[in-house]
């Protein structure tokens, strides 16, 4: 009986945490669909996507909030991400590996995700830029080795070996993609639930 209980709680937090995310999704694109440029329900999308800022272009209008800044850079790589297509979803960790031209912005933008549609009355592009800074990783490849006997053995060139792995940010987590894609899907179904 007890474990039923468990599972019943732990069903009802689950449930009630879709709710909330749901409401925030929600909240944000109604937001900018209207033009409430709340900078507390934008700060609240950031924090659910785990990203520390986000830019916006809606038509000519572009506007940051949190740890990033609109560049020009920044613009060509939106417009690169967007040209032809409609609608979309496109996520990266690490920015400069595609663009060159971002390795001066990596304290503020090496991860990038990228939501963009056209309003559905006014027909203008709409894109959402949520950002990560870098995050300077150590990773250890190769494998042990030290098992086998002897200088000669091949497989010592395979040894385990440390690398510092630069221009990337923190991975896009499941969270911020669902988000990311609620967000195309309230956008281009007029807001409804």
């Known amino acids: 009986m007890d474990m039923q209980r468990i599972l019943i709680r732990d069903s009802e937090e ?41 830019v916006v272009r809606q038509g000519e209008r572009w506007f940051a909030v949190g740890a990033a800044m609109i560049t020009e850079t920044l613009k060509a790589v939106e417009e690169s991400i967007t040209h032809g297509k409609p609608k979309g979803v496109f996520e990266t960790d ?23 549609f056209s309003d559905l009355i006014t027909r203008e592009k709409i894109s959402f830029l949520f950002v990560k ?16 006997q002897g200088g000669m053995n091949p497989i010592n060139s395979f040894g385990q070996w440390k690398e510092s792995m630069s221009y990337h940010s923190e991975a896009w987590t499941k ?16 807001h409804k639930e």
């Not at 912005?105 to 990038?112: A, N, P």
């Not at 969270?175 to 007029?190: C, D, E, K, M, V």
């Open 14 to 54: 689950k449930m009630q945490f879709l709710d909330s995310y749901k409401r925030e999704v929600l909240t944000f694109t109604t937001a900018i669909h209207y033009g409430y440029y709340n900078e507390n329900e934008i700060t609240k999308m950031i924090s659910l996507m785990c990203a520390s800022g986000l």
């Open 94 to 116: 690490c920015i400069s590996s595609l663009y060159v031209g971002m390795e001066s912005q990596k304290e503020q933008i090496s991860g990038l995700m990228c939501v963009w």
């Open 133 to 148: 800074p870098e995050v300077v990783q150590e990773v250890v490849w190769g494998s042990k080795v030290d098992i086998y």
């Open 175 to 190: 969270q911020a993609r669902n988000a990311a894609q609620t967000i195309l899907f309230l956008s281009l179904t007029g």
